[in-house]
């Protein structure tokens, strides 16, 4: 069973704190996601990577940064985290999917609720 | 600017019936819509897709439907379970460009 996993479920951290979200998956996709879903807006797209080493910002990328060293490894990180980021944080990946229609099918992790205080 | 946008932020329908979520996008430039079906506690999972050059798209209890000059899809569900009640994302893309748009979502309740 293909599997998107981040390594927290529930995080707490204090405002100004270097906060790192780590997601991997097992997949072998080349294309990986973070998004955050707030109430009333949705899945937000705040960075994805289409390759190793490779980064584009999204919607909102303002006090993100990711990184991707290795192909199932994407990391989101907030530089100085503040209270307006507590929100749940959804990775994802893609490949495309079959018969050359270049659909991308996301394959989504569980979800990491952030809460900076 | 939200370029998907899901206006009705919950629907209740009883068991049985046919549950209808609306979806409007406003970039003409998406061609691939998706619908996504998420739990409390999980992420979403994939549900159904529809490309601009099909109107319908169906598979078992679940229709979407495209009108591509009102900008507008929709899903059906009939007959409800109580086991659909989750919230909805409606998604669009550009064939290609590999970052999709979700909109807000709407949390469908179905009462036995």
């Known amino acids: 069973d293909v599997k998107v996993t981040q390594s927290s479920r529930y995080l707490v951290k204090r405002t100004g704190e270097k906060v790192f979200l780590e997601c991997v998956q097992d997949?072998?996709?080349?294309?990986m996601f973070w998004y955050r879903q707030d109430p009333g807006l949705g899945l937000r797209l705040i960075y994805f990577?289409?390759?190793?080493?490779?980064?584009e910002k999204g919607d909102i990328p303002e006090g993100y940064s990711v990184s991707r060293e290795k192909k199932e490894r994407f990391s989101l990180i907030l530089e100085s985290a503040s209270t307006n980021q507590t929100s749940m944080y959804l990775c994802?990946?893609?490949?495309?999917?079959?018969?050359?229609?270049?659909?991308?099918?996301?394959?989504f992790g569980s979800g990491t609720r952030l809460t900076v205080v | 600017d939200q370029q998907v946008k899901q206006n009705s932020p919950s629907l209740s329908v009883q068991e049985g019936r046919i549950s209808i979520l609306n979806c409007d996008y406003t970039?003409?430039?998406?061609?691939?819509f998706l619908w996504y079906k998420k739990y409390p506690a999980e992420g979403p999972t994939f549900l159904i897709s529809?490309?601009?050059?099909?109107d319908k798209n169906e598979d078992g209890r679940f229709t979407v439907f495209l009108n591509k000059s009102a900008k507008h899809l929709s899903l059906h569900i009939v007959p409800s379970q109580p086991g659909d009640s989750a919230v909805y994302f409606c998604?669009?893309?550009?064939?290609?460009?590999?970052?999709?748009?979700f909109g807000a979502g709407t949390r469908l309740t179905v009462k036995p």
């Open positions: 998604a669009a893309s550009v064939r290609g460009d590999n970052d999709m748009r």
């Open positions: 990577s289409y390759d190793v080493k490779m980064k």
């Open positions: 529809i490309s601009s050059i099909k």
């Open positions: 970039n003409s430039m998406f061609d691939y």
């Open positions: 997949m072998d996709h080349e294309n």
């Open positions: 994802a990946s893609s490949q495309p999917t079959g018969g050359g229609s270049g659909v991308y099918g996301y394959t």
